[in-house]
């Protein structure tokens, strides 16, 4: 065999290849400071900064305009508007991010004026949330949200939607033309009504469900521990310490969305649950409440609210009274005050000391933990398991060494002061609840 030249078969690989970067939305920030101090308003820019990051886009300008009330056409006034006009072009900016619940009139005045996108604070939260939830439930939650939020805000283009045209005396396309009278935005209306109506239908199943697990552990007499507090604060990093529960950490706001029960056990045997909750912000969009009211309700039935605060905030006492605000929003029919709360103050590797002692004074009793380094976690799990309610009756009894599910049962959701193995059995002496001190009334000596 012999190499013919000029023949040759071999293919040459060819590729090309594209890059492309990628590109975050380029936002501008607007903020109306009606009441408070210039740090409050500074604050709450901030935080506005953060959700906007989280919800995927870059920062690029912040304007506040401090007036006695937003103004009803544009929100920041005429002056302001053209003010914010001229930003969006000269820093090229395709949104707009205004700090607060704008009307549908304020939306679509700014969004003719500068020529970009403008959202509001409430439709930015939506938009993480809609991000981070994961269950089914949480999507079913974030989306009856945003459709309560989309009902009072579409739009139409005018005519060329409308299904009802007039004769063609009164200008209209004759015969032919004339449709069934309902305009393109009206359908859109109906057609979300029912969307509605169908996941407040799959959230009553699920809320059905959770009252069920709910209701399974109230007739065991498990004691439960809900975690809340603000975003951000470090819930799940603390739930993560308290049950080894491992669930996801992240520097970001929202960054868990989906409620997490953990059960773990006293040094003593203890049974009793730690429930994690969705977190709070300042101005927390109303639709939201309503939406995760099923899931926040887990606060009403607790034994003992951990409300877990960021002592590395600029604005602590700011983040506690946001938080205790939809406590007293969402358990309307409940006393907020006759929750056992314990305060603990999260990130003391972070805080200033000086703010722990501000935050020490303010909240007397509360703890101090560092779930990043362990710092406080076991003074935090001493006070939690004697906060823990106690079995409510008094025992003594002389158990048969065949009744070994009764021991169990005792360890896990009693209380055993002293236990000793005789000849005929095993005497115990302590506490339990009603239910299981009437099984044991038959051993009693």
Not at 359 to 383: D, F, K, M, W, Y
Request: charged share 30%.
């Amino acid at each position: 065999m012999r190499r013919i030249a000029g023949l040759r078969t071999e293919l040459e690989d060819i590729t090309e290849v594209e890059y492309r970067q990628l590109r975050l939305e380029r936002v501008v920030l607007v903020g109306v400071w009606t009441d408070g101090t210039l740090a409050d308003a500074e604050n709450s820019m901030t935080e506005l900064a953060a959700l906007a990051e989280t919800a995927g886009s870059e920062v690029l300008e912040a304007m506040v305009q401090r007036r006695q009330k937003p103004d009803p056409a544009t929100y920041i006034g005429s002056g302001k508007t053209a003010e914010l006009t001229e930003v969006v072009r000269a820093t090229g900016a395709d949104t707009v991010i205004c700090d607060g619940e704008l009307a549908p009139s304020q939306l679509r005045n700014l969004e003719d004026r500068t020529g970009v996108k403008v959202v509001d604070r409430t439709a930015l939260i939506l938009d993480i949330f809609a991000q981070h939830a994961k269950s089914k439930e949480g999507k079913a939650q974030v989306e009856l949200a945003q459709l309560q939020y989309m009902t009072q805000r579409l739009r139409g283009w005018g005519g060329n939607l409308s299904r009802q045209a007039g004769g063609r005396a009164a200008g209209g396309d004759g015969i032919g033309g004339r449709g069934p009278g309902e305009t393109k935005i009206e359908t859109d209306r109906r057609r979300i009504s029912a969307r509605i109506a169908k996941l407040r239908r799959e959230l009553k199943g699920l809320e059905a469900t959770r009252a069920t697990k709910r209701a399974d552990r109230q007739r065991h007499d498990v004691p439960s521990v809900v975690v809340a507090g603000y975003t951000n604060a470090g819930k799940s990093s603390l739930l993560n310490r308290l049950t080894q529960a491992g669930l996801l950490v992240e520097d970001a706001l929202f960054a868990t969305l989906d409620a997490t029960t953990r059960r773990t056990t006293t040094s003593d045997g203890r049974e009793y649950t730690v429930s994690d909750t969705v977190g709070f912000v300042r101005h927390l969009p109303h639709q939201l409440v309503e939406a995760f009211r099923s899931t926040l309700e887990e606060v009403a039935d607790a034994d003992l609210v951990l409300h877990v605060v960021d002592g590395s905030h600029p604005d602590p006492e700011g983040q506690i009274a946001a938080v205790r605000e939809v406590f007293a929003d969402v358990i309307k029919d409940t006393d907020v005050t006759a929750i056992p709360e314990l305060v603990v103050v999260n990130k003391a590797d972070a805080a200033d000391p000086m703010v722990i002692a501000r935050l020490r004074q303010r909240e007397p009793g509360c703890l101090v933990v560092s779930a990043r380094t362990g710092e406080g976690i076991e003074e935090a799990l001493a006070v939690v398991e004697a906060e823990l309610p106690r079995p409510a009756v008094a025992f003594s009894a002389l158990l048969p060494y065949d009744r070994g599910d009764l021991l169990d049962r005792l360890h896990r959701f009693g209380e055993i002061d002293t236990m000793e193995h005789t000849a005929a059995g095993t005497r115990l002496v302590g506490r339990a609840e009603p239910a299981l001190a009437d099984e044991l009334a038959a051993y009693a000596v």
